[in-house]
């Protein structure tokens, strides 16, 4: 939205043979701006407006020409669900399909929320695979949804508050709320909430940037979200030796699990998230015969859906995480790593485009059919106690043994976040309690070290 205090005016010109003959007329930035009256004192009561908020210094909208107040009165009688709709329309472009996904599931579970008081929708289920497919899915605008559908969006359409409302805090609460239950009523993971709140707070920022509101609404708002756990539980995360168990476990089961004993070492031994091992080509590695490697990193393969991607394919290739699109990550990998690779390669070879890993009809890793293989090993291996204590119960727990097994080994935090491709904020907050082991460590060390220095003579022997 751009805005103006280039304001011109020029004096009422009156037409002839017109139902409203006296035409007020000005400027904002050089662009002429219009409105016609049936008196002259309407017209001049309409200027005189006009003048005045240009006096008390508000800036004027460009593209219609109005005065910064009259915009935003005009833009609170729009209801949340069209200003969700023009968030969609205007952030599609430039966004790729998992974050499509993200924004449509949480405008889908806050905009049942934002509805008139005592108004429900009889069958919610419907109303929010409606929003969830067809009204957050600009793809879907290209067709007419089904006749449900369509009933569920119309009485959405009737009964969505204007933005005005959205400044009330018990407006706003209960669509907070919202965020943190299923269509059922029960409690959401803490997680999902707080990626949905994310993902609606930027639909206000985005709003308040275009003048539908003075101040962001959530801003100052007294409202608990539920407590994510961010640490990593040292309870879930395996040793060195449960690793080695489960991933022989890997290699003994039939079918996949073969294919995948390198895929899940490269996630503990590299400390690579899922999607980087997905996309690993083989010009990325360097695996010499003796000694240590290096996978170079370069991007990982997400899994968006048809439904939500420009080509209709379900995969992705993205950039690093939260890096440039040709960034790249050099990760040294321990030479038992280097044999896994090597020996993978040369067992099963490489994908048409030079991928380490793929299926059998050469495509993608899916993430199914890994959390299946990655389910059998553990019942196969773990015992009772370590199915209690949900120890490594998803592939990507091996990624924190291996990050975790770094810093125990007294490994600098900032090399380890380098690796890992995460911030050193990100690791002091994951992983507290694994720095705080290796601070023992270190002080252990430096300890030892103190105390020789501060024998007879000096930690020097024979001086």
């Not at 508000?58 to 709709?85: I, V």
């Not at 015969?289 to 290739?317: Q, R």
């Not at 080994?409 to 904020?425: F, K, L, N, T, Y």
Request: aromatic share 10%; net charge positive; hydrophobic share 40%.
């Amino acid at each position: 939205m751009a805005m103006s205090y280039k304001v011109r005016f020029w004096e009422i010109r009156e037409r002839d043979n017109r139902r409203k003959a006296y035409e007020v007329r000005w400027t904002v930035n050089g662009l002429e701006n219009s409105e016609s009256f049936i008196s002259k004192g309407l017209a001049e009561s309409r200027r005189s407006k006009l003048i005045t908020a240009a006096r008390d210094g508000e800036p004027f909208d460009t593209r219609t020409g109005l005065p910064a107040s009259e915009l935003r009165a005009l833009k609170q009688r729009t209801t949340w669900y069209d200003l969700a709709r023009e968030y969609i329309e205007h952030r599609w472009d430039r966004t790729p399909g998992n974050t499509r996904r993200t924004l449509a599931d949480a405008l889908a579970t806050i905009t049942p929320a934002f509805v008139e008081p005592g108004s429900a929708y009889r069958e919610p289920r419907v109303l929010r695979r409606a929003l969830y497919s067809c009204a957050f899915n600009k793809k879907a605008w290209r067709g007419q949804p089904c006749e449900e559908w369509r009933t569920a969006l119309d009485w959405l359409r009737r009964h969505s508050l204007p933005v005005s409302e959205l400044e009330d805090p018990i407006v706003l609460r209960r669509g907070l709320d919202a965020l943190c239950r299923k269509v059922d009523g029960t409690a959401a993971a803490a997680t999902t909430a707080k990626r949905k709140k994310a993902a609606v707070n930027e639909v206000f920022v985005a709003a308040m940037e275009r003048g539908y509101f003075s101040h962001h609404p959530l801003n100052g708002l007294r409202w608990a979200a539920p407590e994510v756990a961010d640490e990593v539980d040292p309870d879930c995360v395996p040793n060195p030796a449960q690793v080695a168990r489960l991933l022989t476990a890997v290699r003994a089961l039939p079918g996949r699990g073969p294919h995948l004993y390198a895929f899940f070492g490269c996630m503990y031994y590299a400390s690579m998230r899922p999607a980087e091992v997905i996309h690993l080509k083989r010009n990325q590695c360097r695996l010499p015969a003796n000694g240590w490697g290096l996978l170079n990193l370069k991007g990982g393969v997400v899994t968006a859906g048809k439904e939500w991607t420009d080509d209709g394919a379900v995969h992705e290739i993205h950039s690093l995480k939260r890096r440039a699109s040709k960034a790249t990550r050099p990760v040294p990998i321990p030479p038992v790593l280097v044999r896994m690779l090597s020996e993978h390669i040369q067992r099963f070879g490489v994908a048409a485009d030079g991928r380490v890993f793929q299926n059998a009809a050469g495509n993608y890793i899916d993430f199914a059919a890994y959390s299946i293989t990655w389910r059998r090993a553990r019942e196969a291996t773990l015992t009772l106690e370590e199915h209690a204590l949900e120890l490594a119960k998803r592939p990507y727990d091996l990624r924190h043994a291996g990050i975790s097994f770094w810093l125990a080994s007294g490994v600098d935090p900032a090399e380890c976040a380098r690796r890992a491709g995460q911030s050193i904020q990100v690791l002091f907050r994951y992983y507290a309690k694994f720095l705080a082991e290796a601070r023992d460590h270190a002080n252990r060390m430096i300890e030892e070290s103190m105390k020789q220095w501060e024998a007879p003579d000096g930690g020097r022997e024979g001086a």
